[in-house]
């Protein structure tokens, strides 16, 4: 347990005194308590270590539609590559080269591997003006080509930290689109940060894709807001503070986000410097639970032990709604998931670059009263929030803040094509206790519905199609009653997660590039 002052400034647990109402929060022991893990990393200085950036940029023709504020997606991404850029050339310690590739239906390399100076940026921004959209979108090339690239990269420089950033605005419309034929292309020992542009990205290929060990999924809902993503991806890699991070517990369990479970083994990977991180645990000893956290840093292997802190007064009121809202977006993202499924049969519609098939072993009532169901758990739950803010004077809590977003943009888009996208990003995020996260839903869908309150569900909407397929909708009456609490969302400064440094990396990474640096001069 040697080491702790270097890495850890809290590593503790704490419990409630009361056991846990299993109709709130269902959990597989008796009498079990709710407990929190708070863990918070010490600061740390940039990575020195030598690093390769690779980025990976889709040109595709859809790159040159335009965005709300009149720029192309293209442009947005230019200006974000370029503060990459010049945040590296303004910092001379990060010991970095880059190399960019853009493909389409073919791969090419505007800029070769190479290190940032004032000799040569000049040029490097020249020619990440010069990439622009073309053809099609071959997702499975681009893979291949970047898996090859790593491979000569580890060969000749094998202890060099390898980034790939990887993003794409849009579907596979060429070469593989099979899931697990373009997962096995993913080079799984360098860390991977896959990026969905715009909300008619492939969020189902990408979430797969990232689900492997080092890889992690953004979603970019405001094109003007992809600096903030690029930057907290930045700023994970060049902060990194420990490394292959695993929490196991005796007499207890962890839950676990993605199959909402407890465990008691939970891999987290990496760990950054000054991040404050919360996991929840449960016991019914927790005099005798024990929590151990087993890390890497350098090549070193380190154990850490928390230590329980006894507080009668413990109220962990704000993690217990934490924990109910994750549970609570784990059903809506179940729900949406198992509407479609890969039998043969199917209304000829498409979502994300394949044909999904519309799951006829769920009858049209099932889904409606399940949606509705659902609606109202959402509605219930955020009023509850809400009136437990107002009678705490707790309005200015951003974690609860935080909350309410996740279950505010998850009520606006159930039933919408987008749904599980946009309740997928927002588990994960509060889940991993990202910075950024996504606030901006789209107005209308395809076919012209407003997809906010009192509006035909997407999911409805295809269910009525069967009859050019010789299947009856079945009788019902459905009311979408409209959201009784009216929720601002949270501004970028009132995020929970959010650190010093990692706001400042983000903010250098999403200001304005002729702010940065006078190249003239």
């Given at each position: 347990?040697?080491?702790?002052?270097?890495?850890?400034?809290c590593?503790?647990?704490?419990?409630?005194?009361k056991?846990i109402?299993?109709?709130?929060?269902?959990?597989p022991?008796?009498n079990?308590?709710?407990?929190?893990?708070?863990?918070?990393?010490?600061?740390?200085?940039?990575n020195?270590?030598?690093?390769d950036?690779?980025f990976?940029?889709?040109r595709?023709?859809s790159?040159?539609d335009k965005?709300?504020d009149?720029?192309?997606?293209?442009?947005?991404?230019?200006h974000?590559l370029?503060?990459?850029?010049?945040?590296f050339?303004?910092?001379?310690?990060?010991?970095?080269?880059?190399t960019?590739?853009?493909?389409d239906?073919?791969v090419?390399?505007f800029?070769?591997?190479?290190k940032?100076?004032?000799?040569?940026?000049q040029e490097?921004?020249?020619k990440?003006?010069?990439i622009?959209?073309?053809?099609?979108?071959?997702?499975?090339?681009?893979?291949k080509?970047?898996?090859?690239?790593?491979?000569?990269?580890?060969m000749?420089?094998?202890?060099?930290?390898i980034?790939?950033i990887?993003m794409t605005?849009?579907?596979?419309t060429?070469?593989?689109?099979n899931?697990?034929?373009?997962?096995g292309?993913?080079?799984?020992?360098?860390?991977?940060?896959?990026?969905g542009?715009?909300?008619?990205?492939d969020?189902?290929?990408?979430?797969?894709?990232s689900?492997?060990?080092?890889?992690?999924?953004h979603?970019?809902d405001?094109?003007?807001?992809?600096?903030l993503?690029y930057?907290?991806?930045?700023?994970?890699?060049?902060?990194?503070?420990?490394?292959?991070?695993?929490?196991?517990?005796?007499?207890?369990?962890?839950?676990?986000?993605?199959?909402d479970?407890w465990?008691n083994?939970l891999f987290?990977?990496?760990?950054?410097?000054?991040?404050n991180k919360?996991?929840h645990?449960?016991?019914?000893?927790?005099?005798?639970?024990k929590?151990?956290?087993?890390c890497?840093?350098?090549?070193?292997?380190?154990?850490?032990?928390?230590?329980?802190i006894d507080?009668?007064?413990?109220?962990?009121?704000?993690?217990?709604?934490?924990?109910r809202?994750?549970q609570?977006?784990?059903?809506?993202k179940?729900?949406?998931q198992k509407?479609?499924t890969?039998?043969?049969e199917?209304?000829?519609f498409?979502?994300?670059?394949?044909?999904?098939?519309?799951?006829?072993n769920?009858?049209?009532?099932?889904?409606?009263t399940?949606?509705?169901k659902?609606?109202?758990?959402?509605?219930?739950?955020?009023?509850?929030?809400k009136?437990?803010?107002s009678?705490?004077?707790?309005?200015d809590?951003?974690?609860?803040?935080?909350?309410?977003d996740?279950?505010?943009?998850?009520?606006?888009?159930i039933g919408?094509?987008?749904?599980?996208?946009?309740?997928?990003?927002?588990?994960v995020?509060?889940?991993?206790q990202?910075?950024?996260?996504v606030?901006?839903t789209?107005?209308q869908?395809?076919?012209?519905?407003?997809t906010s309150?009192?509006?035909?569900?997407?999911f409805?909407?295809?269910l009525?199609?069967?009859?050019?397929?010789?299947h009856?909708?079945?009788?019902?009456k459905?009311?979408?009653?409209?959201?009784?609490?009216?929720?601002?969302?949270?501004?970028?400064?009132?995020?929970?997660?959010l650190?010093?440094?990692a706001t400042?990396?983000?903010?250098?990474?999403?200001?304005?590039?002729?702010e940065?640096?006078?190249?003239?001069t």
């Open positions: 347990m040697s080491n702790f002052s270097m890495f850890m400034s590593f503790n647990m704490s419990f409630e005194n056991i109402d299993n109709e709130l929060i269902p959990v022991i008796d079990a308590r709710f407990g929190i893990l708070s863990l918070e990393s010490e600061p740390c200085d940039i020195k270590q030598e690093q950036f690779i990976t940029i889709d595709s023709g790159m040159s965005c709300t009149g720029r192309t997606k293209m442009q947005h991404i230019i974000t370029k503060n990459m850029v010049l945040y050339f303004d910092n001379p310690n990060i010991n970095a080269y880059i960019v590739f853009a493909f239906d073919t090419f390399c800029i070769e591997r190479t940032v100076t004032l000799i040569n940026i490097i921004l020249f990440i003006e010069k622009y959209p073309l053809g099609s979108t071959n997702i499975e090339l681009a893979l080509h970047v898996s090859l690239y790593i491979e000569n990269i580890k000749s420089n094998p202890s060099n930290n980034s790939n990887f605005d849009g579907e596979a060429t070469g593989s689109k899931l697990t034929v373009l997962k292309l993913v080079y799984t020992e360098i860390d991977n940060a896959f990026i542009f715009g909300i008619n990205h969020y189902i290929l990408l979430e797969h894709i689900s492997s060990k080092n890889s992690s999924y979603f970019v405001a094109l003007e807001k992809a600096g993503v930057g907290e991806i930045l700023h994970n890699i060049l902060y990194k503070h420990l490394i292959d991070t695993e929490i196991t517990v005796e007499n207890g369990l962890l839950y676990d986000y993605l199959n479970q465990v083994k987290i990977g990496t760990i950054v410097g000054q991040s919360t996991f645990i449960i016991s019914n000893n927790p005099d005798n639970c929590i151990i956290l087993n890497k840093n350098n090549d070193n292997n380190y154990l850490f032990q928390a230590n329980k507080n009668p007064l413990s109220d962990h009121t704000t993690y217990l709604f934490r924990q809202t994750l609570l977006l784990f059903q809506v179940d729900f949406q509407i479609f890969k039998r043969e199917t209304i000829g498409h979502i994300f670059g394949r044909e999904n098939k519309l799951n006829y769920l009858r049209e009532s099932d889904i409606k399940k949606e509705a659902l609606k109202n758990q959402l509605r219930l739950f955020l009023e509850e929030i009136k437990y803010m009678d705490n004077n707790l309005t809590d951003k974690i609860l803040k935080n909350l309410c996740d279950i505010y943009i998850s009520y606006k888009t919408t094509k987008y749904g599980n996208m946009y309740t997928t990003a927002r588990q995020s509060q889940a991993t990202r910075c950024y996260t606030s901006n789209p107005i869908d395809d076919d012209g519905f407003d309150f009192g509006r035909p569900s997407f409805s909407n295809l009525n199609k069967r009859n050019n397929f010789g009856q909708p079945d009788e019902i459905f009311n979408d009653d409209p959201l009784a609490v009216r929720h601002d969302l949270s501004s970028f400064d009132d995020l929970p997660y650190t010093p440094i400042k990396l983000m903010r250098d990474i999403s200001s304005s590039t002729d940065k640096i006078n190249l003239e």
